[in-house]
C-alpha cells in the first residue's frame, strides 16, 4: 500500500472507529441524562428557585461575589485568538459558513481525534468545538471558562462543609476561592482556553459534587448524574481515569454495601475496561499502524514540587494512618487524595510534574479542598470560640493572602504567568495588524505582496486573511521556499527584494541560515523569544 493510500485508509479507520465509540458514549451518556431526569428533586413548601438561590448566595458572600466579578473581567481582558495552539483551530471556524450552527470543524476533530500518537484524549476540546456552533467571539467562550471556574469553586467548597459537617464554617468559601483562583496553574489553564486539564477539572468537581450527594441520600438522580460526569472525563484526557475510578474503588473495598452489580461504584470501577478498549481501538491500533512514535516530553520523571504538593501527601498520610487505626472511615475526600497521588504520579512519570503548569489542575484543586477541610476541622472551630464569624473570615482571608504573598516570590508565580500570557497574546495581534497594514499599504502602491513565514502556531490557514498575493512557507528541516497560497501555488520560489518575512512567535530570522541575512528587521513588539517580528528583503 502506497503511502498516501495508507494515510487516507488511515483516516477512514480513524473516523470510523471514532464515530462509533463515540456514539455509544454518547448514548450511555442521554441514557444516564434519562435516567436523572426521571427522577426530579422534591419540591417541598420551602423549595427555593436556582435563580433565587443564586441571588441569596451573591448577598450573603458579597466580598466573594466581587472577587469573582473582578477575576472575571480580567480574563475577558484584552481577550482574542492570539493564544499559541489557538489560531489553527480557529480559523476554521471564521472561514466556514457561520449560519451552519451545527457544521463539524475539522480541525477541532483532527486535533484530538487524529493524532495517532498513542495518546488518549477524543473529547478535549469538544465543549470549545460545541460553543463554535453558537458564536464565533472568544470572548463568549471566555465568559463560559469563568462560569466553569466558578462553579468548581463553589462546588467544591459545597463538598468540603458536607463532609466537614455542621455548623456551617465562615470564611470557608472566601478561602477556597482565593487558594485556587490564584494559583499559577489555575492562570495558566483559565486564562488560555487551549488546555484540556480546564475542561477535566470542571467535569472532577461536578462528578464529586454528585458522588457525594449520592453517598448521602442514595437518589438514583445523583447516581446518574455521577456516572455521567465520570463518563466524559475519562475521555477527555488519558489519565483522567484515575481520578474517576480510584474514589469508587476505595469506597467499593472499604463499605461492604456497594459490592453490587448494579451499584454505583461498580458502574465507575467498570470504566477502566472501557477506557482500556477503547484506548485499544482509537489510539493504540492506528498509532501502531502508522509507526509513530510516543508523545514525549523533556521533563520526564522530573518533579518540582511546591508546598501544596506536600500538603497533599502530608495530609493523605494522616488520613491514612487514623483509618488504618480506626478512629477515622474513609471519606470521599480520602478517595480524591489517593486519585489525585496516582494522577500526580501518572504525570511525573510521562511529561513531568512542574507545579505551576495546567497538567497539575486537578492536583490543586484536590489540594484546595484539603485546605478547605482543614480550616473547617481543624482552625475554624477554634478561632470560632473566642472571636466573632466576621473576625474568623478577616483571619482566613489574611492567611490566605499570606501564603499568596509568598508563593509569589517564586520563579513562575500566577501574576507572572497570567502577565506574560496577556503580554504575548497582545504583541501577536499588534505584529499581525500590523503585517496587515504593511500588506495593505503595499498593495495599495501597485507593488506584489508576497509574506514568507515558518510554520508554527501560525500557518497558511492562519494567515490567508492577510490577502497577500503569494503566502510562501520554509520549510526548515529542507532548506526550501515554496508557495503555499495564491500565484504559482506549489511551486518553489526564491527570495527577492520587497518580500515580507513574518515572525509571530517562537520561530527566529537565523532559521533560515544564510538566506536570513538578506532580511532587514522593519518591525517589532517585545524583545522575548516570542515577540513578534517583521523582515523586509532589501
Not at 475577558?76 to 451552519?100: A, C, K, R
Not at 504573598?405 to 504583541?427: M, N, Y
Request: with cysteine; net charge positive.
Amino acid at each position: 500500500m502506497t503511502g498516501a493510500a495508507s494515510k487516507q485508509w488511515l483516516l477512514a479507520y480513524n473516523q470510523i472507529s471514532h464515530a462509533a465509540v463515540l456514539s455509544l458514549v454518547g448514548l450511555m451518556l442521554a441514557w444516564l441524562v434519562v435516567v436523572a431526569c426521571r427522577d426530579p428533586a422534591p419540591e417541598g413548601p420551602n423549595a427555593i428557585p436556582l435563580q433565587r438561590r443564586l441571588w441569596l448566595g451573591m448577598r450573603q458572600h458579597p466580598v466573594v461575589t466581587a472577587l469573582f466579578a473582578t477575576y472575571t473581567l480580567a480574563m475577558l481582558h484584552g481577550t482574542s485568538w492570539f493564544y499559541p495552539e489557538f489560531p489553527d483551530l480557529y480559523q476554521g471556524i471564521i472561514n466556514s459558513p457561520l449560519i451552519d450552527n451545527f457544521q463539524l470543524q475539522e480541525r477541532f476533530i483532527a486535533e484530538t481525534m487524529q493524532r495517532n500518537s498513542f495518546r488518549f484524549f477524543p473529547l478535549a476540546h469538544q465543549d470549545l468545538h460545541a460553543l463554535s456552533w453558537f458564536t464565533p467571539y472568544v470572548k463568549v467562550w471566555m465568559l463560559v471558562s469563568a462560569a466553569q471556574l466558578i462553579t468548581i469553586v463553589v462546588l467544591s467548597t459545597q463538598i468540603v462543609q458536607t463532609l466537614a459537617g455542621p455548623p456551617e464554617r465562615p470564611g470557608l468559601l472566601l478561602l477556597m476561592a482565593l487558594m485556587f483562583l490564584f494559583v499559577p496553574a489555575t492562570g495558566w489553564g483559565f486564562f488560555q482556553l487551549i488546555y484540556c486539564e480546564r475542561l477535566l477539572t470542571f467535569l472532577l468537581a461536578g462528578y464529586a459534587y454528585f458522588f457525594l450527594s449520592y453517598q448521602r441520600t442514595g437518589r438514583r438522580r445523583h447516581g446518574a448524574l455521577t456516572l455521567a460526569f465520570g463518563l466524559v472525563a475519562v475521555f477527555v484526557k488519558d489519565i483522567a481515569v484515575l481520578l474517576i475510578v480510584t474514589p469508587a474503588l476505595l469506597r467499593w473495598l472499604t463499605v461492604a454495601e456497594t459490592r453490587r452489580w448494579r451499584s454505583v461504584e461498580t458502574g465507575l470501577i467498570a470504566l477502566l475496561p472501557l477506557v482500556g478498549v477503547a484506548y485499544g481501538i482509537l489510539s493504540f491500533v492506528p498509532s501502531v499502524i502508522a509507526e509513530a512514535t510516543p508523545f514525549s516530553s523533556d521533563g520526564q520523571w522530573t518533579v518540582e514540587a511546591d508546598w501544596r504538593l506536600l500538603t497533599l501527601v502530608g495530609f493523605s498520610a494522616f488520613r491514612l494512618e487514623a483509618i488504618i487505626r480506626r478512629r477515622q472511615r474513609s471519606t470521599l475526600l480520602d478517595g480524591l487524595n489517593l486519585a489525585s497521588i496516582l494522577y500526580a504520579l501518572a504525570l511525573w512519570a510521562s511529561v513531568g510534574y512542574p507545579y505551576a503548569s495546567f497538567w497539575t489542575l486537578p492536583v490543586q484543586l484536590v489540594t484546595v479542598m484539603d485546605l478547605g477541610f482543614i480550616w473547617c476541622r481543624g482552625i475554624a472551630p477554634h478561632l470560632g470560640r473566642r472571636w466573632g464569624a466576621a473576625t474568623v473570615t478577616g483571619v482566613g482571608a489574611a492567611s490566605s493572602l499570606l501564603l499568596l504573598g509568598l508563593e509569589h516570590r517564586a520563579p513562575d508565580s500566577f501574576i507572572d504567568r497570567v502577565t506574560r500570557i496577556k503580554t504575548t497574546q497582545s504583541r501577536w495581534e499588534q505584529t499581525f495588524t500590523t503585517m496587515t497594514d504593511l500588506v495593505r499599504q503595499t498593495r495599495e502602491r501597485g507593488e506584489a505582496v508576497n509574506v514568507i513565514f515558518m510554520r508554527s502556531y501560525f500557518n497558511q490557514h492562519t494567515l490567508q486573511s492577510l490577502k497577500a498575493d503569494r503566502l510562501i512557507e520554509y520549510h526548515r528541516q529542507r532548506e526550501t521556499f515554496k508557495v503555499v497560497e495564491g500565484r504559482h501555488k506549489g511551486k518553489a520560489y526564491q527570495p527577492q527584494s520587497g518580500d515580507f518575512l513574518l515572525i509571530i512567535d517562537k520561530r527566529q530570522r537565523q532559521d533560515l541560515g544564510q538566506s536570513g541575512e538578506a532580511f532587514e528587521e522593519i518591525a517589532r513588539h517585545g524583545n522575548s523569544k516570542r515577540g513578534g517580528r517583521i523582515f523586509r528583503h532589501r
